[in-house]
Antibody, heavy 121, light 108 residues
Framework: EVQLVESGGGLVQPGRSLRVSCTASGFTFGDYAMSWVRQAPGKGLEWVGFIRSKAFGGTTEYAASVKGRFTISRDDSKSIAYLQMNSLKTEDTAVYYC????????????WGQGTMVTVSS | SSELTQDPAVSVALGQTVRITCQGDSLRTYYASWYQQKPGQAPVLVIYGKNNRPSGIPDRFSGSSSGNTASLTITGAQAKDEADYYCNSRDSSGNHLVFGGGTKLTVL
């Protein structure tokens, strides 16, 4: 059974940093791109970024709204993807979902349940 | 602003057919995928590619595409289909992904 479990969310002050994690099981983690998608309270889904599998160079792409502040990484030996968030702003407040992206389908095949990040003083 | 445009809300009578659309220039090149999200839950993939359903998705869900518009059709809508629906595709560069603003489906 595929499982994606996010952790590490919480309350953080503007300008500070936070790292959230996504622990995967039930599939060959290293074969897939891993992505982060966020949803502000009462709003729609917003793609944050993704990291390609090692087979595709392990490179990253980011939405313009987070580029230069957020960094996605992965540890294939532990089946964990990370989202390092620096210089947080109040508008970064959202539920952060990880999802694995199947490039053959060009779709987010499975999602975690999300972790809430609140940026407030 | 989103590069994929969806109607904010659509309603359908129980048992009838409804089409939810998604417009964007990148859809001339890339297929859209569609996600269903119910309150308090994570999104679920319902359609991807030309018209493919993941395992477990009922066949009343179907997808199509023409020009710059992708569509999700629910044939014989059920009360359980009431949810927010999001389209997703690559942007015009092909390297980034983008979601539509979402459509709230009400089943009357």
């Amino acid at each position: 059974e595929v499982q994606l479990v996010e952790s590490g969310g919480g309350l953080v002050q503007p300008g500070r940093s936070l790292r959230v994690s996504c622990t995967a099981s039930g599939f060959t983690f290293g074969d897939y791109a891993m992505s982060w998608v966020r949803q502000a309270p009462g709003k729609g889904l917003e793609w944050v970024g993704f990291i390609r599998s090692k087979a595709f160079g392990g490179t990253t792409e980011y939405a313009a709204s987070v580029k230069g502040r957020f960094t996605i990484s992965r540890d294939d030996s532990k089946s964990i993807a990370y989202l390092q968030m620096n210089s947080l702003k109040t508008e970064d407040t959202a539920v952060y979902y990880c999802a694995y992206y199947d490039s053959r389908k060009d779709a987010f095949d499975f999602w975690g349940q999300g972790t809430m990040v609140t940026v407030s003083s | 602003s989103s590069e994929l445009t969806q109607d904010p809300a659509v309603s359908v009578a129980l048992g009838q057919t409804v089409r939810i659309t998604c417009q964007g220039d990148s859809l001339r090149t890339y297929y859209a995928s569609w996600y269903q999200q119910k309150p308090g839950q994570a999104p679920v993939l319902v359609i991807y590619g030309k018209n493919n359903r993941p395992s477990g998705i009922p066949d009343r869900f179907s997808g199509s595409s023409s020009g710059n518009t992708a569509s999700l059709t629910i044939t014989g809508a059920q009360a359980k289909d009431e949810a927010d629906y999001y389209c997703n595709s690559r942007d015009s560069s092909g390297n980034h992904l983008v979601f539509g603003g979402g459509t709230k489906l009400t089943v009357l």
